[in-house]
């Protein structure tokens, strides 16, 4: 009889060592395929370039005449180049800014650069960076500001219309695929002194129509939104989940700090896009070429934004000849040279990995290290607190922790924990956190350890983990 009472607890936790579960079911709010593929792309280049430039100014009042826009030297291609070798994966420049001056000859606008003597009016920025970023295999995306301080028609229901005509000039496939459309949600006066009824199903309509694929930002998404601030800062807490409903751009937009820290559970997948400058404007100006960030700085804006489960977009204005300035381009290349010695190294592969209950080969903790974003640990069903232990061949030492969640099945994990065995075997509090999301990455005293655990205390569905790395960093002093 106690035999059999033990066979009767002990069968169901047998087999549920043993036992294979299929492949997890999605949960909540998903990405689309193109979501995805904008996350993974981690630090993108902004471009703010214009009018402004020349005239130092950050916000043009749409009456700068179309000659005051004439670069020296373009050079699209050394943009690129930049960005490229900087480890950017697509570039976004401001088409048109709240001033309505268009860098390509938008045959609905009579300011432009074909009103221009730039090139005797037949220059076309968006032509010659959309093949720079073709040659050197970036994405291409644009900022086209719906509040335009020119255009006549501004402030009454014909400037909707000639606002999608604008985009239809740009987004029509002319200067190819088109990854992301930025949309500012600003709604200033306009030369009339009237205001803007923005009709944002209209113009994310349009987009949607003409470029499937493009994820659209604002500060209400809906492919992805604005972090809440322009510091470079995500929220330590970051749901790449919104209630977007009943809110949109600008005005009528979240709270911001929903905004920087997402819902919990949201009803749309709408990550954050952290936008910050290199400067301290978003335009270029000569009083400002000695206070381009420090080294230091740009890695505290890495950890802070692709580090929470954010995007980083970085923008490095170009000056007037028409060419990133050798202080900025120097400085990303210092970046791109920290960020490879700080993580050239996985001090994880090469572990024993363990976990509490297994599901099956196809989710079995190991391909947590195999750099592969596509393949992922799956814990059991019902598992009330999965645990995931590394044990190293030999100890290892670190302060960066990378972790990364298997984010197409939609973001769970609500409050984890990381403890690390010492070299005396005790096991000790090392770090913890609330989301994970597509990268998470932990900053932590430097620690000389046996073996690592990871443990899931919350989770709003089984958690999915495709990733968990350790690195050494030297370079960034916190
Ligand atoms: C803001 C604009 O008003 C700034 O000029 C800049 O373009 C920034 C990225 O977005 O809302």
């Not at 009456?63 to 950017?88: I, S, V």
């Not at 500012?184 to 209209?202: F, I, K």
């Not at 490095?316 to 040279?337: H, K, N, Q, W, Y």
Request: charged share 20%.
């Amino acid at each position: 009889m106690k035999m059999l009472r033990l066979l009767s607890l002990l069968l169901p936790a047998l087999s549920a060592l043993s036992c294979a579960q299929g492949t997890p079911a999605p949960y909540g709010a998903l990405p689309t395929p193109a979501q995805v593929a904008w996350q993974r792309m981690e630090m993108n280049m902004f471009v703010h370039f214009g009018p402004n430039t020349f005239s130092g100014k950050e916000w043009g009042d749409g009456t700068e005449p179309e000659d005051m826009f004439h670069p020296t030297a373009l050079d699209c291609r050394q943009w690129a180049r930049t960005a490229r070798d900087a480890g950017f994966r697509g570039i976004i420049l401001t088409a048109k800014h709240h001033d309505g001056f268009c860098l390509w000859p938008n045959p609905e606008s009579a300011h432009t650069v074909a009103q221009s003597r730039w090139r005797d009016g037949r220059g076309d920025v968006l032509r010659e960076l959309s093949d720079a970023c073709r040659e050197y295999g970036l994405k291409f995306g644009v900022y086209i500001s719906p509040w335009d301080r020119n255009d006549p028609r501004y402030g009454s229901p014909a400037y909707n219309d000639a606002f999608v005509k604008t985009l239809e000039s740009v987004l029509d496939g002319r200067y190819g695929p088109v990854y992301e459309q930025w949309f500012d949600g600003a709604c200033g006066e306009g030369p009339t002194g009237r205001r803007q009824v923005y009709d944002w199903p209209l113009f994310n309509g349009t987009v949607a129509r003409l470029q499937p694929d493009a994820v659209i930002f604002s500060d209400a998404g809906p492919g992805c939104r604005w972090v809440g601030n322009e510091r470079g800062v995500a929220g330590e807490t970051s749901w790449s989940t919104l209630n977007i409903e009943g809110f949109s751009a600008g005005a009528g937009a979240p709270p911001i700090d929903t905004l920087t820290r997402g819902n919990v559970g949201g009803a749309a997948w709408v990550p954050a896009e952290t936008d910050v400058s290199i400067r301290p404007g978003w335009f270029w100006r000569a009083s400002e070429n000695d206070r381009v960030k420090s080294l230091q700085h740009l890695l505290k804006i890495y950890y802070e934004s692709v580090g929470r489960n954010s995007l980083l977009l970085l923008n490095v204005p170009p000056d007037t000849c028409g060419r990133i300035f050798a202080t900025d381009s120097l400085r990303l290349m210092e970046l791109r040279a920290a960020l490879d010695t700080i993580f050239a190294e996985d001090l994880a592969a090469g572990a024993r990995v363990h976990a509490t209950a297994r599901r099956g080969r196809a989710f079995r903790p190991a391909l947590l290290l195999d750099g592969d974003p596509d393949t992922y640990w799956a814990a059991r069903e019902g598992d009330p607190a999965p645990e995931v232990t590394l044990s190293f061949p030999s100890p290892v030492t670190f302060n960066r922790i990378v972790l990364q969640e298997y984010i197409p099945l939609g973001q769970r994990i609500a409050s984890f924990r990381v403890e690390a065995q010492d070299e005396a075997g005790e096991w000790n509090a090392l770090a913890s956190g609330t989301t994970v999301g597509c990268k998470r990455i932990l900053l932590t005293p430097r620690t000389t350890a046996r073996a690592l655990r990871l443990r899931i205390d919350a989770s709003l569905a089984t958690p999915l983990l495709s990733g968990l790395s350790l690195y050494d960093d030297r370079i960034y002093a916190e």
